[in-house]
Structure formats: structure tokens, C-alpha cells
């Protein structure tokens, strides 16, 4: 199988290697030099047709973070191999996080490259069937439409029905790749307005110059570059649902016309001479603390309570793991070829445990990437932990999976696993009654890794960031406690939490590492 592989490298010596490299492996390469022009190649007036990225991490400008950030705002799904020169796990975790495909360490040898490729273009064909399939179920998604069993989602989807039957602005809270909008999308579904225009913006991938004409729009000729009257997203809204995703990187000056906007229902077009009614029924999501970012004078308090007036919180996925099980069944049905006979069996006990385990820092988001992924490439009949090599990466040695080679005795209610499709319970499309969860394994409290996923001895920074992150959760952010135990001090404890991005108040990683 071969494709267009899109190369991104400020480098030049590296992008001519690895146009060398996909040429000779019978690709076409088109290279880019930085992540703006990385951008400018799959999306816009100059997009081209790419089966593949490769992807450089560190680069001036915009980065191969703020790439696989902006790729998935503009709902640009072509897999993205990573390369960076850092092994680092936290790298990994990030990258992965942000929906990259694969990763692979300077130098890449040609075969792992070549294996990367080929891998990615066999996941980007079932993915185009994929999606042409999932878009005839029509927009009209409701609370249904969630998979979940888990107790601490019961409380979601109350507050989701109970704001469908009104107007009331909503805040829906909660980590990056949680749900937020397929929860703004149920109650869009759910309320009277479901079949008007649902229309989303994210407000951290619009440049800051152009946030204001987005929303409110702007007459011909207002501002260089401003060719046409583009009418803003609160009038394409007009009658339907705004989802305001990432409001709170919404620039303050802008904040002041969404709060006129908000409380008078009306909008200001750039360079118009007069403002314009609109009837919208308004959903903001975000991944930050906004009442932080009040505190820290980022987010204006009065438009803080006008958007906050019914707040949902959706937990991250490691508070409802139980929903996992459940998760992966449906996303493996997603991809599932047609015919029977091309189809897997299920999941085996270990890799479910596996999955379990981990904390999936990309929530559902990296989850669905992850059991895509391993659907697709898996050349057995179940899916094993083989097939999910960069979460084995980071759950081996704190999870015994031999433990869990055993196949399951019986399947979960609705969900076959290593049995689907066999037995008398599963023809008749019948599962077992008997409700058997898959043990649950908590990682081994205490270890660390000492070998990252290619055997290699891991690298000091890393360790020690594991360590320090392993001894806030021992001594539950008792930081003197932390620092003495560590044998440093608190000082010198600060220093490195900076350093790694570590927030002393939870001890989990804010910043991400590249
Ligand atoms: N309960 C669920 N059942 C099935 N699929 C889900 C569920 N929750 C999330 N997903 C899927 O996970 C992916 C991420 O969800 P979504 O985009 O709604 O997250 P988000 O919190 O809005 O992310 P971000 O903050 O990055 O915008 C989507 O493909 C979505 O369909």
C-alpha cells in the first residue's frame, strides 16, 4: 500500500533523510519546513491529498504539539507519525494524548519507519469507510448515544436532560477528550431546537486577531484580508445551539462583546453599523479552571457567571474506568468490517486489564484512538496487549499481566469478550446474565520502570519525574514531607516541580513535555 506522506521538519538534513527514506519505500513525500506550512499542506486553498504525516516535535513557531492540536480542530484526521529526538515516556504521553498515530525516536531506522507507515495507511483506509458510515446516522445524537455504566456519569446525563428542556446556558467542565461536546451535541439532540443548526467553535484555535469577526462577523472591506461579509458564527447559530469550545482561551477584549452578546442577544459585525438580533441557545465548554482563571484576572467574573449558570462536570475516564469494558466494545464495533468472517472475536482478559490500568490522559479521546488502532492492525482474532504497544509501554512493570492471560469466564451485560459471536449466549444475541467484571488491577504501588519500550535504560530526568510524582501521591501533596523524604529541599523540590510542569496542588503534569 503506498500514499502521500507529508513530511514536517524544521530541519533540513532530517527532511531530506526522510524523504529518502518514503521515496524509496515507494511513497510520494511532500515536505514541509515548519508546522504553519505542515498546516497550510493538509488544510486551506493549498491542501493536498496526505495519507500520512511525519511529524517533528520540537520546531520554532508552531510546534508539532500545537500541529496535532490545530489538525484535530479543524477535524483533519489523517494519522500522524511522531518523531522527536526525546524518548522520554512524558513525551509519549503527550504526543499520544494529542492523537498522534505512532511515535518514533531520532533516528528512525528505515524499517521501524517503513512498519510506521504501513501501519498508518492500512488504519487511514478504514477510517475513510468509517467515517462515510458513521455520518448517514444523520447529526441528531441524544443522551443515548453515550456509552456508559459508571455511577459518576448518571449525574452527567440528569443535568444534560434536565438543561435540554430549557434555554439556559451551560458550562460543561472536564479534561481534554472526556465527551464535552458529544454531551453538548445530547442536549442539542434532546431540547426543541435539535433540528436547527448546531454550529461549534473552538476559541483556542482561532488566532486572537481574528476571534472577534469569527463570532460576530464582519462587513466587506472592515480589515485587510476582509473580502467578503462573512456573517460570524452567532448568526450561522440563529435559532439552533452555539457550542463555545475552549471558552477560556478567549481573549479578554473579546470576552466584553461576548458578555453584550450573551445578555442582550444581540451582535456587533466588524465594521458594521448595526447590531443583529440572534436567538441562540448557548453551550461553553472548557478544560481549564475558570473560576482559576477569574482569580487570576484571565477571564472576566461577570461573564464567569453569565456562562456558569448550570455547570456539567464530566469526569475523566480514570474515575469511571468501569465504563472502559464498554467503551472498547463499541469503538471495536465502529470499526468492524462488514463481513462476519473479517471480524475480531473481542479483547482478551490481559489487555482488557491492561487498559483498565492505565490512566488515559487523553481520555475517551486517546481510548478510541488506541482500540482503533489496535483493531485495525491486529492479525489475530482478539485483541492482546501486543496490540496496544505504547500503553503496554507505560503500564508494564506496574501491572502483572500475566495475571490476566486467562480469557474471562463470562461477558460483561451486551458485551462478548474473547467469545463474541460464540456459544449459545452470544448467537442468539443474548449476553450471559451472569455479571462478571474483569478483575480490576491496580498498578504495583512503589515501582518504577527502569526500561523504556525499546529495552533501553531510561533516561534520569524521567525516573526522577516519576519519582517525585510517586512520592506527592505517597505523602498526599505533603510537600516538606515529599522534599525530606527525596533527601532535598523544599526549595530545590519547587524548582523541579516548575521544571517539569508538576502541579504541587494535584502532582499531576500541567505543562507538556516535548
Ligand atoms: N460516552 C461516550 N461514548 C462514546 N464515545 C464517546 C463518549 N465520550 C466521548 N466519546 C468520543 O470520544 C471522542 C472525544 O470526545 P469529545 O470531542 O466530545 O471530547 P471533548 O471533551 O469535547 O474534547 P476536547 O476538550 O479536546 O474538545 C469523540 O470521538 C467522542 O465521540
Redesign the pocket.
Known sequence: MTGSILIVDDDPVQRRLIEAAVTKFGHTAVVADSGEAGLDALDGPNARDVSVVILDLVMPGLDGIGVLKAM?ERGIHVPVIVQTAQGGIETVVSAMRHGAFDFVVKPASPDRLQASIGNALKVEAVEGEVKRTSRRRGDHLTFK????HSPA?DRVIRLGQKAAASNIPIL?E????????????AVQGSSDRRSKPFVTV?CGAIPDNLVESILFGHEKGSFTGATEKHSGKFVEAHSGTLFL??IGDLPLDVQVKLLRAVQDGEVDPVGGRSTVRVDIRLIS?T?RNLLQQVKDGKFREDLFYRLNVYPIF?PPLRDRRD?IPY?VD??MEKVAPADPRRRLNGISAAALAMLQAYDWPG???Q??NAVFRASVLCEGDVLTVEEFPQIRAQVDGTVNLDAHSAPLPHALPGLAIESRGQGPAAEDGIAATEFDAPARLQPRFGTLRALDERGNVRALADVELEMIKLAIDHYNGQMSEVARRLGIGRSTLYRKLKEYGIDPETGRIDRLAS
Open positions: 484535530r448515544d453515550l456509552i456508559t456519569m460543561i472536564g479534561e481534554s477528550g472526556v465527551g464535552k461536546e458529544l454531551v453538548a451535541r473552538n469550545d475552549e465548554a478544560h464530566v465504563d467503551l463499541h469503538f481520555n475517551i479521546r481510548l478510541e
